[in-house]
């Protein structure tokens, strides 16, 4: 069985009328969840604001400490990520 590294992560739900963010531990543990109604077909730059407040106030909440990246997708074949 693999060996996880320890962590945590912040996970983001967008629907069409909803966003949910969760945090969970490296093992799936949710240490912390909400959703709330939004519109992301209208209003995606407040959504998008919305996310990374709720975020930061569920890794509060998970006693997390606010230093967190985020991941981009990357080209195999180059060192740097693909815009």
């Not at 967008?14 to 209208?42: C, I, M, Q």
Request: with cysteine; aromatic share 2%; charged share 20%.
């Amino acid at each position: 069985m693999p060996v996880r590294p320890a962590g945590q992560v912040v996970g983001i739900d967008f629907g069409h009328a909803h966003v949910g963010v969760a945090v969970a531990d490296t093992a799936g543990t949710v240490l912390a969840e909400r959703r709330l109604g939004a519109d992301t077909d209208h209003r995606a730059d407040e959504v998008l604001d919305a996310s990374v407040r709720l975020a930061g106030d569920l890794l509060g909440q998970a006693g997390v400490p606010r230093s967190w990246g985020a991941p981009s997708p990357t080209c195999a074949t180059a060192s740097t990520p693909r815009r």
